[in-house]
T-cell receptor, first 116, second 112 residues
């Protein structure tokens, strides 16, 4: 069985502060994908990143960075110099790599509020 | 990027009526689409996997007769909530597989 845990239900930070969202996962698969999605108040899910389990290199995209550590089954997401537009619910998700079984298992989400 | 359009964005219906929600991939073909349900301040729970030209695969505990899924073309899947009741009120969101799963805007269903 697959499971994704986002222990932080809500976080509030003041604008321009850095913030890290935690994600811990469980899977018996040796190969898998990890994802982060953003859900703004409008409701749609915005794809942020996909990480392959083979690749433990950290990734940076502008103010966003991701730290994947297979040894601790964690895939944390950091926003630097946060902005009000970053306010949203963020979901971490996991899925198998094999074709035909591509459903996503989501964590419970972290509601991030950036205070101006 | 890949665009998935869901319609309507919100709907209010009377208890006992049926509601159809459409999910369209606008600029790509999707042989597989997924339907999720999200309760307020909760995560997304997969309801079913919709496969073009074949029957949908429902997750355990999801009533297939209540939540009818049709994926008649490579760009359209529909979810019909039949004989809706207040407990069916929720946020329904679809996704279509392109390079990754791209999500529609979601449909907020309120049954009164």
């Amino acid at each position: 069985a697959q499971k994704v845990t986002q222990a932080q239900t809500e976080i509030s930070v003041v604008e321009k502060e850095d913030v890290t969202l935690d994600c811990v996962y469980e899977t018996r698969d040796t190969t898998y994908y990890l994802f982060w999605y953003k859900q703004p108040p409008s409701g749609e899910l915005v794809f942020l990143i996909r990480r392959n389990s083979f690749d433990e290199q950290n990734e940076i995209s502008g103010r966003y960075s991701w730290n994947f550590q297979k040894s601790t089954s964690s895939f944390n997401f950091t926003i630097t110099a946060s902005q009000v537009v970053d306010s949203a619910v963020y979901f971490c998700a996991l899925r198998r790599i094999n074709f035909g079984n591509e459903k996503l298992t989501f964590g419970t989400g972290t509601r991030l509020t950036i205070i101006p | 990027g890949a665009v998935v359009s869901q319609h309507p964005s919100w709907v209010i219906c009377k208890s006992g009526t049926s509601v159809k929600i459409e999910c369209r991939s606008l600029d790509f073909q999707a042989t597989t689409m997924f339907w999720y349900r999200q309760f307020p301040k909760q995560s997304l729970m997969l309801m079913a996997t919709s496969n073009e030209g074949s029957k949908a695969t429902y997750e355990q505990g999801v009533e297939k007769d209540k939540f009818l899924i049709n994926h008649a073309s490579l760009t359209l899947s529909t979810l019909t909530v039949t004989s809706a009741h207040p407990e069916d009120s929720s946020f329904y969101i679809c996704s279509a597989k392109f390079t990754e799963a791209f999500f529609g805007q979601g449909t907020r269903l309120t049954v009164v």
